[in-house]
């Protein structure tokens, strides 16, 4: 049995290591333990994880600039893929927002990562053509 709850900063540590062990998703300095309390802070109630009796098998985290949706770090364990636990997943998220008033959401996927790019279009997810996304980063700090 699968339930998904909010999650909170004492789930860090085991989203942590979903997200180590799954090819696709990239761990930044954005992904410290200080990080995620600030954007849980900022995002109460938008990011979830999916758990069994056994322990964490899936997470999502989604935050908001007042505008847009933006949504990073979907996983899910492969012994447990296929059974929705994406969808019941991002459908809270997009939920989330929705209650705020914000009707799009974004995400960016690695240019290598068939499969999801696959599963966002296969949910209705467009891949924008219109747009780049240009991002600077600190010097010296390349890991942001
Ligand atoms: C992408 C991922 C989150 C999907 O998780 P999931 O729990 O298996 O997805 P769901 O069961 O909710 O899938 C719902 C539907 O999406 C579609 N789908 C799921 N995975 C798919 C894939 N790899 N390719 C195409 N369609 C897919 C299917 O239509 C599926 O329904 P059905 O197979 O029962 O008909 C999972 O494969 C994963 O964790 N991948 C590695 C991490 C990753 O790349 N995350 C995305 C980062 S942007």
């Known amino acids: 049995m699968t339930h998904i709850r909010?999650?909170?900063l004492d789930d860090y540590d085991a989203v942590l290591a979903l997200m180590r062990q799954t090819p696709g998703i990239s761990i930044r300095d954005a992904?410290?333990?200080e990080a995620t309390a600030r954007y849980?802070?900022?995002n109460p109630g938008m990011s979830f994880v999916a758990e069994t009796e056994a322990g964490l098998c899936g997470c999502v985290m989604c935050g908001h600039d007042g505008r847009r949706g933006y949504l990073q770090h979907l996983l899910v364990l492969p012994a447990f893929r296929r059974r929705g636990i994406a969808d019941a997943l991002v459908q809270r998220c997009l939920a989330a927002l929705?209650?705020?008033g914000?009707?799009?959401c974004h995400l960016d996927v690695l240019k290598d990562n068939d499969a999801a790019a696959r599963y966002w279009l296969n949910r209705g997810w467009q891949l924008r053509q219109d747009i780049d996304r240009y991002s600077f980063t600190r010097p010296g700090n390349?890991?942001?």
Do not use: P, Y
């Open 102 to 104: 914000i009707g799009k």
């Open 142 to 144: 390349e890991n942001a």
């Open 40 to 42: 849980l802070q900022r």
């Open 31 to 33: 992904d410290s333990s």
């Open 6 to 8: 909010v999650m909170t």
């Open 98 to 100: 929705e209650a705020l």
